[in-house]
């Protein structure tokens, strides 16, 4: 039997009938677009993670647009954040007319360095932009202090860490703001796109309502030209469902992720991103760091395992930024790192005898020459 990165399928299964009621209400009710579940679970979302707003959008590579739009920041400003990431945390950079300042990852973490962070800072840097990769949160008391230092935003981009902590506080609700995708994949996942935005700034917050909504105020006054960046009631409905679940389906991925590391953590050739005793992770991946990668992937899809590659090509390799200056293109650590991680299946479901067979796959491919 096959065994997938990620089973939506399952999931649906075992809140099938919850997610079907709260569907056929918003069907029955034919409020569809920033409907009252959306407010709901605005309100829910934003007494998840601690903070006094949260404003929901159509993704969360609007969410990031959005927030820095808000923040004024845009043409001759730069944007410190990582190479090592989904494309979307670099394009809303560009988005809004700002410069992607690229800095290298740690080798233990995989997440933004803070030592090197404030070698980018510079007089045109409005931002520094970390993101809690694989659901691992960054390191955010060190980085708040940069920021701070520097008088810049910390934004953080929390789209793979539904409900990670940092020193016990929620991610989202450390920087300026947070900004979260809903893609159905993501631990807290919609059925379609979705994305919102979390933050304890009240003027900031008031914003974001108007601009995600043609800068709208009253039905025919716009205070602003912007965009058309809602969420819809379905999808609101089916993430307040979901939300319910959400600490049990992360605790679920950490026995998941813990199992993999028993298994695996004595075979030297395997490395794991390190988690300190600051966070508590939320596994939106497993991800483990081989030198003979390619040829152990190929092993394991041959065996019927789905696995991935986040990411292949680092950002400031890729074709639509062939024009950064070559200072940016000197990140040793992320390039290696792109060409050694391996992201093994990791659900809430995912049965123990998979983890293991998973594991018994991956330790024979090692030592196939
Ligand atoms: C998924 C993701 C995004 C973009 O979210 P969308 O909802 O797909 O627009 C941004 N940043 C990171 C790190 C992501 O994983």
Redesign the pocket.
Known sequence: MNIPLVDLHSQYSSIQEEVDQAIHEVLRAGSFILGPQVQKFEEEFSAFCGTRFCISCA??????ELVLRGLGIGQGDEVVTVSH??F??AE?ICRVGAVPVFVDIRDDTLLIDPDRVEKCVSTRTRAILP?H?YGQPAELESLLAIAQKYTVHLIE?C??AHGALYQGKRVGSWGKAG?F???PG?NLGAYG???CITTNDADLAGWLKKARNHGRTEKYTHDFVSQNSRLDSIQAAVLSVKLRHLEEWNAARRNAAELYRGILGSTSEIRFQMTTPDTLPVY?LFVVRLNDRDKVMDRLRSEGIEVGVHYPTPLHRQPAFANLPSSQRELPVTEQAAGQVLSLPIFPELSTENIRKISRVLQEALFIR
């Open positions: 993704n969360g590579t609007d969410a990031l990431t989904f979307a945390t809303a993101v990769l981009d789209a793979q900004t995708s809903f893609y993501k796109d979705a994305g939106h």
